[in-house]
């Protein structure tokens, strides 16, 4: 979500209090049959989306802050794995197991297993019948590198050899660092959804095709221009009190 956007709606919330203000002050000839728009309803209106736009200021600062930190926690990983693969190799260990390890650091460090071709090469290899069809093998999102890191860690406990005496590489520490790091991106991805649903609210406060703010506006400006008249002082304090609906 855009800052552009959320300036927006935060406008419309505003305007719309304005809005309300000068109803207010019109006193008893402000009085519209539809319950929707009458002064009650309105400022139970502006009241919840005040409050749901505070809500979503408030979340997203939260989830800011847990993405922060996740970046912070994970940015020591691609280090740490290639300390952990020499670790290894100097182990009394087989070339397979070394193999493995070596192929669980290389998706941890986001690299192919073979180089990519280029078109060009693609299309000579084409005119003799051979067909491919290269995925991108970059394994860069967070899940994967867990998924590979946890991968990586129970390799390590089939390794008797596997002793070293620095802590950070130790199963331990590493098997606490990944509970971490796990935590981490669960807390990320609780909140953006936690969030999500929170401007899913806000938006049907503010843009409900019949009951959202925006649409309570225009009905509120109509009543007013049917009491007073298009060309009359009290509509034209309000008819250019501006709402926009926000694409989403």
């Known amino acids: 979500m855009s800052k552009t956007n959320d300036t927006g709606h935060a406008k419309n919330v505003?305007?719309?209090?304005?809005?309300?203000?000068?109803?207010?002050?019109?006193?008893a000839v402000y009085n519209p049959s539809n319950a929707n728009i009458q002064l009650s309803s309105l400022n139970e209106k502006v009241a919840a989306a005040r409050t749901i736009s505070e809500q979503v200021h408030d979340l997203a600062a939260k989830n800011s802050n847990a993405i922060a930190a996740r970046d912070l926690a994970f940015q020591p990983l691609k280090k740490l794995s290639t300390r952990i693969v020499n670790a290894i190799k100097a182990s009394d260990v087989a070339q397979q197991v070394i193999d493995n390890a070596i192929t669980h650091n290389r998706k941890i460090q986001g690299q192919r297993?073979?180089?990519?071709?280029?078109?060009?090469?693609?299309?000579?290899?084409?005119?003799?019948?051979?067909?491919?069809n290269q995925v991108s093998a970059?394994?860069?999102?967070?899940?994967?590198?867990?998924?590979?890191?946890?991968?990586?860690?129970?390799?390590?406990?089939?390794?008797?050899s596997?002793?070293?005496?620095?802590?950070?590489?130790?199963?331990?520490?590493?098997?606490?660092?990944?509970?971490?790091?796990?935590?981490?991106?669960r807390?990320?991805?609780?909140?953006?959804?936690?969030?999500?649903?929170?401007?899913?609210?806000?938006?049907?406060?503010?843009?409900?095709?019949?009951?959202?703010?925006?649409?309570?506006?225009?009905?509120?400006?109509?009543?007013?221009?049917?009491?007073?008249?298009?060309?009359?002082?009290?509509?034209?304090?309000?008819?250019?009190?501006p709402f926009k609906t926000i694409k989403i």
């Not at 505003?14 to 006193?27: M, Q, S, V």
């Not at 225009?218 to 007073?228: E, T, W």
């Open 138 to 160: 970059s394994q860069q999102s967070f899940d994967s590198q867990l998924d590979t890191f946890d991968k990586q860690i129970k390799l390590l406990a089939t390794i008797p």
């Open 187 to 241: 807390d990320v991805v609780s909140k953006t959804s936690e969030l999500s649903t929170l401007r899913l609210n806000r938006n049907k406060i503010l843009y409900d095709a019949n009951t959202g703010i925006v649409a309570l506006a225009l009905d509120a400006k109509n009543y007013s221009k049917s009491v007073f008249g298009v060309s009359t002082p009290q509509y034209k304090q309000i008819s250019g009190i």
């Open 113 to 132: 297993a073979s180089v990519k071709l280029t078109e060009e090469e693609k299309q000579k290899l084409a005119t003799i019948g051979t067909v491919v």
């Open 162 to 185: 596997y002793a070293p005496n620095e802590v950070e590489l130790q199963q331990a520490t590493l098997t606490t660092l990944y509970n971490d790091l796990l935590q981490k991106n």
């Open 14 to 27: 505003a305007n719309f209090e304005t809005l309300i203000a000068y109803l207010t002050g019109y006193g």
